[in-house]
């Protein structure tokens, strides 16, 4: 939660970043600090040294890409590419990646937020101790209208791996033998304070391909704020006098595919259906059906229904097209605005097209605000995805002092970018497609 008055939260979050920011500026320089690059490999990112990430995981994959700091949305991903082991150079995946709206509207109808383009998301962004990037590198960030115009420096972008458990596990031919491995992961993240939340906005990159958004929220619920004595709210300490006014926080991503290095990508939509079992079956039967999305869509998940990003140009070895699959996350979808009533948006690309809600992207008059209105069917030959991902929070006694963090978010996972698990055993190399057992 956060004050109720504007004025407030912003005075808070100043405050905070300001002495935050003199902090950083008594102990870094004017600039970014230096990432630390693998000059031998090849780069898919096009961008100086200190704007460049680039990881090699224990499984032998690679990520690449370029970051830069946006004055509404934050940290921005550009330029992201991905090199499992056996490929020769990085395969392009996304264009550019970042947050597209937090929109905080409350139950009690009283006030609602959008938090990157009416709040000062992106200047409040939080120093970083060393504890809070553990076995990782802090970067310095340049905030753009920084609140304190004199320390715009921030140490506020970590890059670190972490291990994420099973990649995979497998019984071999013999009960001696297990094929087994733990996964890692490249972790990019900032955390950025509005009013009495703080967002950690984190981005994770698995060696197997995936790539993981999230958002989490923490920070703290604003006392003065224990006022939904309406039944809306949820009462907070002793007894049954304060009372927290519940909210929702609808978060959205934007992601510009680039796959293969073309932009020209195009949208399917997946649908099963399941039947009752025919005479003479065992068991009820399932039949899926491929649609292809070629103009503007407001998606909707349902039961056995998903999309995907298909390459217009790439193939992986065995002759199939790259495409990533797009995995929801848990979400409770919002009615109360149109632009939140979708899950999903796949909008022709227009630059002046940045944020869901309250757009200040500049675009003509009459083109409307938000994500719902850019969806007047064009035909997509540059689509943008906008994945829309809810949470109504309804505060607990658990949630003080501070309050945990809770996690939005989904993911997109390779499908047919190479021909076999990118971290396959070399002993099992030879099993792809139809095969025997060797004797």
């Known amino acids: 939660m956060r004050v109720t008055r504007i004025s407030r939260a912003r005075t808070r979050a100043a405050v905070a970043l300001s002495v935050a920011a003199l902090a950083a500026g008594a102990t870094t320089g004017t600039g970014p600090a230096v990432a630390q690059p693998r000059a031998a490999a090849p780069a898919a990112a096009d961008c100086s040294a200190a704007y460049r990430i680039e990881q090699k995981l224990a499984g032998g994959t690679t990520w690449r890409m370029c970051w ?16 499992p082991k056996g490929e020769a150079k990085p395969i392009k995946v996304l264009n550019s990646a970042r947050l597209g709206q937090i929109h905080v509207p409350y139950d009690d109808g009283s006030v609602e937020y959008d938090d990157l383009t009416g709040f000062g998301f992106a200047q409040g962004l939080m120093n970083l101790a060393p504890g ?14 920084a609140w304190d115009p004199r320390h715009p420096n921030v140490k506020g972008l970590c890059t670190t791996t972490r291990t994420r458990g099973h990649a995979y596990r497998m019984q071999g031919d013999s009960a001696t033998k297990v094929y087994q491995t733990q996964g890692k992961d490249l972790l990019v993240y900032t955390v950025n304070q509005v009013g009495w939340y703080e967002y950690i906005s984190e981005w994770r990159f698995q060696d197997d391909g995936t790539i993981t958004m999230n958002v989490g929220a923490t920070g703290s619920l604003s006392y003065e704020d224990y006022d939904a004595g309406d039944g809306r709210g949820w009462p907070i300490g002793k007894g049954a006098k304060a009372y927290a006014t519940s909210h929702s926080h609808n978060v959205f991503w934007r992601l510009d595919f680039g796959l293969d290095g073309s932009s020209r990508t195009k949208i399917e939509q997946y649908d099963s259906t399941v039947t009752a079992p025919a005479r003479g079956q065992e068991a009820p039967t399932a039949r899926t059906t491929r649609t292809k999305v070629t103009k503007e869509l407001a998606g909707d998940y349902k039961t056995y229904r998903w999309w995907r990003v298909v390459s217009a140009t790439g193939k992986n070895k065995d002759g199939h097209a790259r495409s990533y699959e797009i995995v929801p996350g848990t979400t409770t979808r919002y009615p109360g605005r149109s632009y939140t009533r979708h899950d999903v948006y796949f909008t022709q690309y227009n630059k002046c097209e940045q944020f869901a809600s309250n757009n200040t992207g500049n675009c003509p008059a009459g083109a409307g605000k938000s994500v719902d209105k850019w969806v007047n069917g064009q035909t997509l030959t540059h689509p943008v995805v906008w994945m829309n991902v809810g949470f109504h929070h309804i505060a607990r006694d658990e949630d003080q002092q501070p309050m945990p963090v809770h996690w939005q978010g989904f993911s997109i996972a390779p499908r047919d970018v190479t021909a076999m698990n990118p971290l396959t055993p070399d002993q099992l190399s030879w099993q792809n497609g139809h095969w025997q057992p060797r004797s």
């Not at 830069?68 to 330029?79: E, F, I, P, T, W």
């Not at 809070?132 to 209208?145: F, H, M, N």
């Open 68 to 83: 830069r700091y946006d004055s509404k949305a934050g940290l921005v991903l550009d330029d992201v590419s991905y090199q």
């Open 132 to 145: 809070e990037c553990p076995g990782g590198t802090i970067k310095t960030v340049k905030v753009p209208d």
